[in-house]
C-alpha cells in the first residue's frame, strides 16, 4: 500500500473507492469535497462543518457528483 502525503494525490487514486475523514473538523468540508469532486463515497466524522454554509455545500456537492456522504461518530 503507498503512502501519501498530500490527500489530494490520495483521492485521485482509481483503486480506492471510498474516502474516511478524520481531520480537525474546519477540514472537514474541503477534503470531503475534494474526495467528491474525485469519485469518492466519503464517510465523515461528525460534525460534518462548523457552520450552516459549509454543510449545505457538502450535501450540494453529494447532488452533484452522484456519490454518498455518511456522517459517522468517532468512538474508541
Known sequence: MPFYD???LLVKESFIDAVVV???IP???VVAIE???AG???FLEKPM???VKDGKELVKKEK???KRI???EQYV
Open 6 to 8: 498530500d490527500y489530494k
Open 64 to 66: 452533484e457528483t452522484g
Open 35 to 37: 474526495a467528491l469532486d
Open 49 to 51: 462543518a462548523t457552520n
Open 70 to 72: 455518511f456522517v459517522l
Open 27 to 29: 477540514m472537514n468540508p
Open 40 to 42: 469518492k463515497d466519503v
Open 22 to 24: 478524520m481531520t480537525p
